[in-house]
Each structure stands twice: as C-alpha cells, then as structure tokens.
C-alpha cells in the first residue's frame, strides 16, 4: 500500500516571508521598541596590540542621560569569558574576554560599554572615556606570526600558532617520483568582509523570572543561547534568543559575539531592555572577517599534464580568537580539504596553519575554504599548461572526475553527487 503524504514532510514548499517582506512589515533588530528600553555604545580598542592599564570612565558616568558604565572588572564573578570547547586533537582557541581585561589584542575589540537614555547620548559619552593602552607590537602578517621571536598574541598560543594539521592520502612519495616535471606556485587570497544591509544588532531584556530573553540578529540562535547561558551561569532554560527577520547575513552572523553576551549580562544587571545596533565602521572592524589566506603547491606532472600527486601548505590568518562554535579551523580545514576540487587526483599531502595575528577573528562567508582552494588549483592547472607549452583548457580536461566516476568520493573524502565538469567547461569555452 502506497504511503500517503501529508503536512510539509516531503513536499515542495513555496516561499512563505516574501509577502511580507514586500510590504514592508519585516521586524529586524532595530524595530524593536521595548518600553524603558536603554541604549548601549561600545568603547573598542583603537590600536591592534597593547597592554589595558587602566579605564577612566569618570567624566562618561557624568555625562547626560548615562546610566552606567562598565568595563572588564565589573563583569568577575558574574560573566564568564566566552569559551569554543573543541574537540580536535591539537588545537588551541582561548578564551575570549567579553570586555578588554589587561590585554587589547585587535582594533575594535571591546574595552567599555556605556549604557544611556539614547543611542546618541551613549555615543557621546563613549567619546569621554580614557583608555590607558601602552602599545604593543603587533603581528599582521603570516610571516610576522612565525618568524622567530615573534610577539606572542597569547601567552597559550606559543609560537602563535593555532593548531597544524597534516595529512597525507594515497602514495604522494612514489607519485613525484613517477613524475616528469614538477610544477610549484603559490597564491594569496586577501582578508574580506561580509556587508549585510543590516549589520549586527541586539536587544535583550530581564524575563522577570531570573531569566533574559535575546533578540539577535544571528544565524545560529540555539547556539547562541546555549553560550549565554553559559557565561552567565543561568540553566539554559533561562535563556531565550529570538531571530526574526535577518537583513543578510552571508555566514558572518553564522557565531556567537561577545556583544550578545555583554547585552544580556547588562539587561540583567540594569534590569530593563537595553539595545545595540552595530554602526557599519563597527561592523567593518569587529565583525568577523573571512580568508586571509597563503598556499603554496608543489604538483607532481605527467607530460600530457595529467596530475599524479599533490602536496601543499596552506596558511590562514585567523586573528586574535577563535569564534564559537567553530574555533580556529574553518578556513584552514576548509581550504585542505578542497584542495584537488573538479580534479581527480588520489595522492595528496597537506600541511595547513592556523595562525594567531592581531586582526579580527576570522570566522565564516560563503564558500568556506573553498574559494581560496579554488583559486589554488586553478592557479595550479595554467602553472602545467604554461610550463608544458599545453592548452589549458586541454590540461583541465584529462584531469577532470568523470561522469562515470559520478557519484565520487574525493581523496578527503568529500562527496560529489553528480557532474559533467568536461560538459561544463566546453559550454564556456563555446
């Protein structure tokens, strides 16, 4: 007997916001009116690398319509730092204060919060404080975070590096001794950064039983409230987070941020709704950026350009933290893992990098890992065209999976459903 379908189970569904959105009724962060509802500016660090001394938040508190300020030491005892908790066997993420303690390790990492009866008051106050920062030196690039007797960005994070992962897939010794050239490149993706219409925003308000409810604009909100409720040593039951419309996102949004736990701790502590919507100069230097990337290959060639084996280093700049829930790993693993991408090649090494530097997190934007991987083994295919005097299109061709490959498992065991890259490329070349 056929079974039957009911419900949404199995069925194609039509859009269901589009009207809505259409007619304007959408209800993003910044809708949100709560009554007696205070407004939160940030202070953000303005150099990369330096030692906190001290916060002079006097003239702030006697500026109009501030109601408090708070800094680092007005959070012990009662906000925990947030914490990645990975499982991948020699990586390191530490702990991310939610407020600047002795150290500012990026520009835009948060020292102060200013709680006022506006947007704007708040803002002006926030121009009162007088952060006490001794500049540090600071590491920029893969090279800086490497180099011998580099600045430590953590003390926990020696020789500033993250986690190195290395795997090697089939037999890539004998496939560069079998090889009749050897093809070596290297390429570098820039650090970049997701613009959403809407940038980050929050609102958050004591529940009246203990507990505090979050609007957020994020992607993961189960994580978010999980995190929450753990750096404010609530019962998750406590912790409500609510993500209604989101004006794009693009994956910068897909982590949890200090400032949702800031706003949360504060409303409690106030005990009213309070509000911060991130300016786009905010968004642009606190917001998670993307890539940051060096690779650098070695391929063993066939004379008819055929790839036998693969080797590659790859290093990624992930700044001054880890995100949660991801940690230090999404572009590095990201990227070695789609290293031999449309091409079938089955011996493979990698060695990849995840480096601490004194630059925004990095954390996820579209095409995780695969862009930089991409402009790699591209790259690699013109290298071997160049070098063996063939055509490019030629070269990617007898190296392509193949439809009666379809469906295939990559060396790094990464599926590919289906497929006619060869169809693909011809219908481009026409």
């Given amino acids: 007997m056929a079974a039957t379908v009911s419900g949404p189970i ?21 809708d ?22 001290g916060v002079d938040t006097s003239a702030a508190l006697a500026a109009p319509g501030v109601v408090s300020v708070f800094t680092a030491d007005d959070l ?23 407020l600047a303690t ?15 009866d506006s947007r704007y008051l708040a803002a002006d106050a926030v121009e009162l404080i007088s952060p006490d920062i001794e500049h540090l030196p600071a590491v920029v690039t893969f090279e800086d975070a490497v180099a011998e007797s580099a600045p430590v960005v953590h003390e926990a994070v020696p020789e500033n590096i ?3 992962g290395h795997r090697s897939y089939g ?90 736990i800031l706003l949360a701790w504060i409303a409690r502590r106030v005990g009213t709704a309070v509000k911060w919507i991130e300016t786009r100069s905010e968004h642009m230097q606190a917001a998670s950026h993307a890539r940051d990337q060096n690779v650098k290959f070695s391929a063993a060639v066939r004379e008819d350009g055929r790839v ?3 080797r590659a280093t790859i290093f990624s700049s992930i700044g001054a933290y880890g995100i949660r829930p991801f940690g230090p790993l999404l572009d590095p693993l990201g990227t070695a893992g789609l290293m031999t991408g449309p091409y079938d090649i089955r011996d493979y ?42 055509d490019p299109a030629q070269v990617r061709r007898v190296n392509f999976v193949r439809p009666e490959q379809m469906p295939y498992i990559s060396v790094t065991k990464h599926p590919y459903e289906s497929g006619d890259y060869a169809a693909a490329l011809e219908s481009a070349l026409v």
């Fill in 10 to 30: 199995g069925r194609s569904l039509k859009r269901l916001e589009d009207g809505r959105l259409l007619r304007g009724e959408a209800q993003f962060v910044d």
């Fill in 32 to 53: 949100l009116r709560p009554e007696r509802c205070l407004h939160v500016s940030l202070l953000r660090s303005p150099v990369a690398s330096g030692r906190l001394a």
């Fill in 76 to 98: 012990v005892g009662s906000c925990r730092p947030l914490a990645v908790h990975l499982t991948t066997p020699g990586a390191v993420s530490p702990e991310r204060p939610i």
């Fill in 102 to 116: 002795d150290r500012v390790r990026f520009v835009g990492e948060m020292i102060a919060a200013v709680v006022a």
């Fill in 162 to 164: 993250y986690y190195l």
């Fill in 171 to 260: 037999k890539v010794e004998d496939a560069f001794e079998r090889a009749d050239v050897i093809v070596e490149g290297e390429v570098t993706h820039p650090r970049v950064a997701a613009a959403p219409i809407e940038c980050r925003g929050v609102v958050a308000s004591p529940d009246g039983d203990g507990g505090v409810v979050v609007w957020t604009s994020t992607q993961v909100p189960h994580i978010a409230a999980d995190a929450i409720a753990e750096c404010l040593g609530l019962e998750r039951s406590k912790v409500r987070v609510v993500a209604a419309d989101i004006g794009g996102a693009f994956g910068v949004k897909a982590q949890v941020y200090p400032e949702e």
């Fill in 308 to 310: 036998l084996g693969l």
């Fill in 349 to 390: 090494e990698y060695d990849t990098y995840a480096v601490a530097t004194n630059k925004s997190p990095e954390g996820p934007y579209r095409g995780v890992g695969m862009v930089t991987a991409v402009l790699a083994h591209e790259r690699l295919m013109d290298l071997v065209a160049a070098r063996l005097k063939l």
